[in-house]
């Protein structure tokens, strides 16, 4: 199974942002601007398809399973959380160029690096055209299904475009589209079933985890009252993959709630739901899958803690679980998160 279905979409509850990919107005000053993220957090998971992430210094994977139809068992790990943006804002103050993380993608495990440019009109809305790419990988295993002994790593990246109307016609309406296509460095799935007589090399092929990404999205954000919005996002998500076991489609929903307590501290709070159905049968477990994904979030901020000037520090907990009709693919992410964000 892919990360993105089985991590990406249950962290996709933003621990640092506000809401659920509303479009970035273009600054109202000429020059360079951004931010970057200094932070750490603990996480602990349940999964049996992702070994490692943040460049292999956390493991969040076993590297050995006992069966190909178990489910997962519970790691922990410390992970840092730094992200780096860099706008660069053209006299004329409707036009900017942009490269670095996604805060999104970043908290998707997915470290979707965009570079792209952005551009506002009075009344119309905000365009932007990004490209995507994936300077750290995250490593997910060669043949997941290797029971008995360890099992290999092999990095898993991908690339593609963003694009996005914003404030479209001055509402509160954004859309997006994002098409990527998923490359394992060493797609082996199935090997040692197909060794020992378990699955034929048709199946196999079944498992697959190559392909394309796409989801359109659609957000409105409701201004309800002084400091207080409210986000409401819709996702139509295709994963058209090579292995037709794994590919899938269906449909998310996010609401983000975002409130300022007082002149310094706000709280930013996410509830996600999707759900999904399987192309065809999975020849492991000889059923085709199903998959529901629930989860929350709840992320405190304070402006200038503790005397910084223009920092602000942040701390937060998620939840998130992906429950599978089969139980080998369900996923489980608890994460405790804090750490200091300055914008230049």
């Not at 050995?64 to 004329?92: G, K, R, W």
């Not at 990004?130 to 997941?144: F, H, N, Q, R, Y």
């Not at 290797?146 to 016609?169: C, M, N, Y």
């Amino acid at each position: 199974m892919s990360l993105k279905s089985k991590i990406g979409a249950l962290l996709a509850l933003s621990l640092f942002s506000g809401m659920a990919f509303a479009a970035t107005p273009v600054q109202q000053e000429p020059g360079v601007s951004g931010f970057f993220q200094l932070g750490a957090g603990v996480v602990s998971a349940e999964t049996n398809m992702i070994a490692t992430t943040f460049g292999g210094m956390a493991e969040i994977g076993d590297d050995t399973i006992d069966d190909p139809t178990q489910s997962p068992d519970t790691e922990s790990a410390a992970i840092p959380l730094v992200a780096l943006s860099v706008t660069y804002t053209f006299e004329n103050k409707a036009t900017e160029l942009f490269f670095g993380s996604s805060l999104e993608d970043f908290l998707q495990f997915d470290f979707a690096a965009a570079i792209g440019v952005r551009h506002q009109v009075d009344d119309v809305g905000i365009f932007e055209v990004s490209a995507l790419g994936t300077p750290l990988a995250t490593e997910v295993w060669e043949d997941p299904y290797v029971a008995g002994v360890k099992r290999d790593e092999t990095d898993r990246t991908a690339s593609g475009v963003r694009l996005q109307w914003g404030a479209i016609l001055g509402s509160g309406f954004d859309v997006r589209v994002t098409s990527r296509e998923v490359d394992i460095d060493k797609e082996r799935s199935g090997d040692a079933l197909v060794a020992d007589s378990t699955i034929t090399a048709t199946e196999q092929e079944l498992l697959d985890r190559n392909g394309d990404i796409n989801i359109i999205g659609v957000v409105y954000n409701w201004k309800i009252a002084e400091g207080k919005i409210l986000a409401l996002g819709v996702n139509a998500v295709e994963h058209d993959l090579d292995g037709d076991a794994m590919s899938y489609d269906g449909n998310s929903v996010q609401v983000t709630y975002a409130t300022a307590l007082d002149d310094r501290n706000r709280l930013v709070s996410n509830v996600f739901v999707g759900s999904y159905e399987f192309d065809k049968d999975n020849p492991i477990a000889d059923e085709t899958d199903e998959m529901t994904q629930v989860g929350l979030s709840v992320n405190y901020f304070r402006r200038d803690p503790f005397g910084f000037k223009d920092w602000s520090g942040n701390i937060g907990v998620a939840y998130a679980d992906s429950d599978n009709d089969i139980d080998f693919y369900d996923t489980t992410t608890a994460m405790v998160n804090f750490g200091m964000l300055r914008r230049f």
